[in-house]
């Protein structure tokens, strides 16, 4: 089983609409928890760290959920602006012990 | 700030020839680290430093890969001789607060090799 699992997608939504990706996670120890997003050809950028009791930031909210090994992303009211590739990363401790899953592809249409 | 910098953005050689990135990390950050992206694999961790000093180097995928920090300001990311897998992308990212914080990635390095 491999540490952090994504599905790759791609999740093809409508502008406006509500969708949420899962990663799963192997290790039962692992401490902090976070999504990334990457454009298309560009860098891996910090979207948010997703803490124990779940958080928000506009139109995302991460949830954590430890007894099933996983973690979400939720995104309110799709823009176009929202496509790319939403990496999640779980840390074990210790940088050498971070783990960034494959990514999941958003693609918001019309 | 610039943020971080990494040249070449594209690197195009032929098999067996040595291959040398260059990373400039955010004044400041004491964590430095390289990372390979391949469609297959995703993110892989090579290398990471601490004040100039290599950490963690079990990524490294084999002999061909050597890294090296000289100063604060200033990191290579080596491959010699290079090999066609070895093609991807090349992040280097930096930090300062611990991960809470995430980590800065530069714009990376596209490598082919033919």
């Known amino acids: 089983r491999k540490e952090v699992e994504q599905d790759p997608g791609p999740f093809n939504v409508p502008e406006g609409a509500t969708v949420a990706f899962n990663c799963t996670y192997s290790?039962?120890?692992?401490?902090?928890f976070f999504w990334y997003r990457q454009d298309c050809r560009k860098e891996p950028k910090l979207l948010m760290s997703v803490y124990s009791s779940g958080n928000e930031d506009g139109r995302f909210t991460a949830q954590l959920n430890r007894a099933s090994q996983y973690i979400s992303l939720l995104i309110r009211d799709s823009k176009l602006s929202d496509s790319a590739t939403y990496l999640c990363v779980v840390d074990s401790g210790g940088y050498q012990k971070v783990t960034f899953g494959i990514g999941t592809k958003l693609q918001v249409i019309p | 700030d610039a943020g971080v910098i990494q040249s070449p953005r594209h690197e195009v050689t032929e098999m067996g020839q040595e291959v040398t990135l260059r990373c400039k990390p955010i004044s400041g950050h004491d964590y430095l680290f390289w990372y390979r992206q391949t469609m297959m694999r995703g993110l892989e961790l090579l290398i990471y430093?601490?004040?100039?000093?290599?950490?963690?180097d079990s990524g490294m995928p084999e002999d061909r890969f050597s890294a090296k920090m000289p100063n604060a300001s200033f990191s290579t990311l080596k491959i010699q001789p290079s090999e066609p897998r070895d093609s991807a992308v090349y992040f280097c990212?930096?930090?300062?607060?611990?991960?809470?914080?995430?980590?800065?990635f530069g714009s990376g390095t596209r490598l082919t090799v033919v």
């Open positions: 990212a930096s930090g300062d607060r611990g991960l809470d914080y995430g980590y800065t």
């Open positions: 430093f601490n004040n100039n000093v290599p950490i963690d």
């Open positions: 290790n039962s120890a692992s401490q902090s």
